[in-house]
C-alpha cells in the first residue's frame, strides 16, 4: 500500500508539472511571437509612412536609400518595396539572400509568416487612399532559443518540486498507512478466528480515527447480525421441515395426478377393444359410447381443474357475467351428477326454491362450482348415504347448501380444506382421494362472484355440509329479453371448410357435420386452406391456429382480404384459451375462439349462430 500511494502521489504531482510547463511554454512561445510581430511591424508602418514620396514621384533611388537604413538593424535579413502592379521597386537584403523581381499581392499576403527562424511582414504603402504599393519586411528571429532557456528554467523547478513531493509524501503516507496496516491485521484475524469482538487500535489522527472506529463500528454490526443470524438458522429448521412436508405433499399430488389420469385408460382401451370387434352387438357397441364419453369427460375435467388452477393463481381467470336463475342452474347440475350418484349407490335430492332466485355470474363457472360439490358429495358419501341440494334466498342473499352423510371432515382439516391441493381424507383409496384443487376452485370463483363458501362438519362419520352464498340480483335488474332455444331453429345446408393438421380431430368433425347434412371438405395446411376457400367459398370455415405452411392467423387475414366479411364465418380452433389468444383471434379476423377439446354442442351452436347471420344478411338464400 505504501509503493501505490507514493507510485500514486508522485505520479499525479508530475502529470501537475509536467502540465503546468507545457501551459507556461506555449503562453511564452505566443507572447513572445507577437511581440516580435509588433516590432516588426512598427519598422514596417514608419519605412512605408518614409516610402510614400518617393513613390508618388518615381524616385526608386530615394525609396533605396531609405530601406539602406535598415542595415544597422542585424536581425533584419530583407526589405522589399513593389508598386501597384508587383514591380519591384526598391529592395535591401543582406548578401547572399534572394530577392523576387516581381510579386503579386495575395488576399492573406498582408498577414505576418513565421518560416523556422524568419518572420516575414508586409505593410501597404497608401497616400489619400490609392494603394502605392507593399512593403515587404524579413526579419531572424531567436524564438527557439528563448524557449530553451525557458524550459531549462522549468525543468530545474520541476525536479525541486518533484523532490519536495516526494518528502512531503513519504511523511503523509507513513501516517495513512500504519493506521490502515493495523487495521488490515485485526480483520485478518477476525476472518482466521470468527471472533467478531476484536477491534482496531485508535488513532490520533482525526480523518483515520473516523474510519477506524466505522471499521469497529462494521464489527460491532457483524457481531450483532452473526447472532441474529445463529438464531434465525433456528427457525429456518421449522420452516425447512415446512417445506419438506409441501413437497411432500407435491408428491403425492403429482402420483394422484398420474393414478386419476391412469383411471380412465382402462376403460377407454377396453370400450376401443369392444367398438373394434366386428361380432360385437348393438347394445355392447352403445354401452362402449357411453363408456368413451362418460370416462373422456372425466378427463377433460381433471385437466380443465388443473388448468383453471393456474389461471387462478396467475389472476388469469376471466369471468363472462350476466344474470343467470341459481334454481335452474343448480338444477342443471344436479341432473348432471346423478349418474355419479347412482354409480355410487348415493341419493341424490334437490329442495329448489319457491321463487325465482337470480344472481350476477358466469353460468359455466357457477356449474363448475356446484358440480364440484355434488361429485366430492357423491365420492366421499359410502352407498345406501344420500346427498341433500337445498337452495334458500333472502332480500339480499342467495344460499346453496350441498348436505351429505358422508365420511365428514376432522375439525384441524376444515379450515385447510379449501388450499390447493390438500384433502380431507386419503384413506379411501387413490380412486376417490382426486387431485385436491376442486375446492380451491369453488372458493376462489365464488369469491370473485363476490360471494363467499363455508364448510361444517360434526367430524368423521358425520357427513358434511358445503354452503354457498352468492348476491342477489333484485326483479329491476333482470333483463326481460329471453332468446330462442337452439331446439326451435332449424339450420340450412351449409358448405364447410375444416383445417387441421390432427388428421383425426379433423375427419371427426367432417363425420359429424356431414351427419347433420352439411357439405364439409377437410384440408391439413394453411396454404390448402387458402386455395379450397378461393374454390368453393364455404359458408363457414374451421381453421386450426398452429397449421404448417401458414398459421390460422395468416389464413384469416388472406381470407378476409380476398372474401367480403358477411360472406363467410370464421372460426378459430386452438389449444391456447386465455385471453390474449381469444384478443388475438379476433384482430386476425376471426368471428369465433374455441378451445380444444371442442364439443359437439357447441359446434352446433356455432352453426345456429352462423346460420342466424346469414338468414339476416341473404334470406333469398336460405332452404
Partial sequence: MREQLMRAAMLTTSVAILLSAGALLLYELISYRQTWVTDLRTQARLLAAASVAAMEFDDAKAAHENLRLLKSQPNIRSATLYDARGTLFAAYAEPGVAVEARREEAAASLLPRFHGTTLEIAFPVDARGERLGILYLSARHDTWSRLLGFGTILLVLGIMSMAAAFLLFARLQRRITVPLERMTQVAGDVVASHNWSLRAPATHYRDLGVLVDAFNGLLSECEARTRDLEQEMESRRGIELDLRREDEKKDTFLATLAHELRNPLAPMTSAVALLQMTKASQETRSKALVVLDRQIKHMVRLVNDLLDASRITTGKLALDVEPVELGELVGHAVDGAQSMAEECGVTL??????????????????????????????????????????????AQWVVVAVRDTGIGVARHMQSRIFELFEQADTSQGRGRAGLGVGLTLCRQIVELHQGSIELSSAGPGCGSCFSVRLPRLQSDDLATDA??????????????????????????????????????????????????????????????IGMPKRDGYEVARQ?????????????????????????????????????????????????????????????????
Avoid at 360439490?373 to 348415504?385: F, I, M, S, V, W
Avoid at 394453411?526 to 381453421?543: E, K
Wanted: net charge negative; hydrophobic share 45%; aromatic share 4%.
Fill in 559 to 623: 381470407l378476409k382480404s380476398m372474401v367480403p366479411t358477411d360472406k363467410i364465418h370464421l372460426v378459430a380452433i386452438s389449444g391456447w384459451g386465455q385471453p390474449s389468444d381469444k384478443e388475438n383471434a379476433i384482430q386476425a379476423g376471426f368471428d369465433r375462439h374455441l378451445v380444444k377439446p371442442v364439443q359437439a354442442q357447441e359446434l352446433v351452436r356455432i352453426l345456429v349462430d352462423a346460420f342466424e347471420e346469414f338468414a339476416a344478411s341473404r334470406p333469398g338464400e336460405l332452404m
Fill in 349 to 394: 335430492t334437490l329442495r329448489p326454491c319457491t321463487e325465482e332466485v337470480w344472481s350476477a355470474g358466469d353460468a359455466v363457472r357457477l356449474t363448475q362450482v356446484f358440480s364440484n360439490l355434488l361429485n366430492n358429495a357423491c365420492r366421499y358419501t359410502p352407498a345406501g348415504g344420500g346427498v341433500c341440494v337445498s337452495i334458500v334466498g333472502d
Fill in 483 to 544: 332468446a330462442p332455444s337452439v331446439n326451435a331453429r332449424h339450420l340450412r345446408r351449409l358448405r364447410i371448410l375444416i383445417a387441421d393438421d390432427n388428421v383425426d380431430l379433423a375427419e371427426n368433425f367432417a363425420e359429424l357435420l356431414r351427419a347433420s347434412g352439411h357439405e364439409v371438405e377437410v384440408v391439413h395446411d394453411g396454404d390448402a386452406a387458402l386455395q379450397r376457400a378461393r374454390l368453393t367459398l364455404p359458408d363457414i370455415a374451421l381453421l386450426d
